[in-house]
C-alpha cells in the first residue's frame, strides 16, 4: 500500500520584529502580585528565627522586643553547665559515621541496581519504596531486642547503625538513578584499556557521582543530627547523649528555661546551616542529576 505523501505547507515569511524591546512573561506581570506574596512568605519563615534570636540573646527575665543589652549568658550556661559540649560532640560522631556508612553501601547496592539485572529486581525496589512509609517507631522495638542481644545498647554504635538502616533504602534508590545517567559505553571503554569493573568504576564512574552522593550524604547527615527517637530509646547514659536529647532536657513538666532553650536550638541549628551553604551548589546539581533520566 503506498501513502500519498501530503505536499508540504508554503512557507509563510516572517514578520519583521518590530522596534523596540520584546516584552517578556515578566513584565507581563505586575510587579507587586510577585514581591507582595514572597515578602510574606520571607516574614513567616524568619520571625520564628527571630524570635529564639531573641531568647537566646536577652537577659533573663527581659520582655523587651530588641535582644538589647546583649548577652550571652545563656550559650555559657548551655554548653558547660548542661553539658552541650558534650552532646555537639556525641552529634557529629553519629552524624559523621552514618554519612560515611550509608554513603558506602548505598553506593554499592545503588551500583548493582543500576547495572545488573537480576530475578526479583522489581520486588525488591518496590519493598524499598515501600519501607519508606514504615514509621521510625515501628523499629524501636525490633532493633531495641538485636542491640541488647548483641550487647550494644547504650553506645553510639547502636545509633549509628539504625541510622544507617533507616536511611538506607531512599539512598540506594536515589544513588541508582544517578548511576543510571552515567552512560554504561564509558566503562566498556575503561575495560577495554584493560581496567576491570573495580577500577573502571573508581576512575570513571566515581568522580561524575560526586554531586548526588554529596546530596545523599548531606540527607543522611542531617537526618541523623536531627533524630531524637533513636539516640533517646537506645542511650541512657547522659554523657553519650546527642543534641536533641539535650534540648529534650532543658523541658521539665515545672518549667522550661526559654532562653537555654533558644541558645541550644541555635547551637543544633547553625552546623546545618553552614553544611547546607558549602554544598548547595552540588545539591542543587545532583537533584537535577537525579531527575534527569539518562
Not at 82 to 88: A, M, P, Q, S
Not at 114 to 133: P, V
Amino acid at each position: 500500500m503506498i501513502t500519498e505523501i501530503a505536499p508540504a505547507p508554503e512557507r509563510v515569511a516572517a514578520e519583521p520584529a518590530r522596534p523596540g524591546r520584546r516584552r517578556r512573561a515578566w513584565d507581563e506581570v505586575p510587579r507587586w502580585q510577585i514581591y507582595v506574596p514572597l515578602t510574606v512568605y520571607l516574614l513567616f519563615t524568619l520571625i520564628p528565627f527571630y524570635w529564639i534570636l531573641l531568647f537566646a540573646l536577652r537577659p533573663a527575665g527581659s520582655t523587651s522586643l530588641v535582644p538589647w543589652p546583649m548577652t550571652f549568658e545563656h550559650f555559657g550556661k548551655v554548653w558547660t553547665e548542661r553539658g552541650f559540649g558534650t552532646y555537639f560532640t556525641n552529634s557529629v560522631y553519629v552524624g559523621l559515621a552514618t554519612l560515611v556508612l550509608t554513603t558506602v553501601v548505598a553506593l554499592a547496592g545503588g551500583y548493582a541496581l543500576a547495572r545488573f539485572d537480576f530475578r526479583l529486581k522489581r520486588g525488591f525496589l518496590l519493598a524499598l519504596l515501600c519501607s519508606q512509609f514504615v514509621p521510625g517507631a515501628l523499629l524501636l522495638v525490633p532493633l531495641f531486642q538485636i542491640f541488647a542481644k548483641l550487647s550494644m545498647l547504650n553506645s553510639l554504635g547502636s545509633v549509628i547503625i539504625a541510622e544507617t538502616v533507616f536511611q538506607l533504602p531512599l539512598s540506594m534508590i536515589l544513588i541508582s538513578g544517578f548511576i543510571r545517567n552515567v552512560p554504561y559505553s564509558l566503562e566498556e571503554a575503561a575495560w577495554v584499556d584493560g581496567c576491570n569493573r573495580f577500577t573502571a568504576f573508581r576512575i570513571v564512574v566515581l568522580p561524575l557521582l560526586r554531586p548526588g552522593l554529596i546530596a545523599v550524604g548531606s540527607f543522611a547527615f542531617v537526618h541523623a543530627w536531627n533524630h531524637f527517637l533513636f539516640a533517646l530509646m537506645f542511650l541512657s547514659d547522659q554523657s553519650k547523649q546527642t543534641i536533641p536529647v539535650g534540648l529534650n532536657t532543658l523541658m521539665s513538666a515545672d518549667s522550661v528555661d526559654l532562653g537555654a532553650l533558644a541558645a541550644g536550638g541555635i547551637v543544633a541549628a547553625v552546623p546545618v546551616v553552614i553544611v547546607f551553604a558549602f554544598i548547595q551548589k552540588w545539591l542543587i546539581t545532583g537533584f537535577s542529576a537525579g531527575a534527569v533520566k539518562g
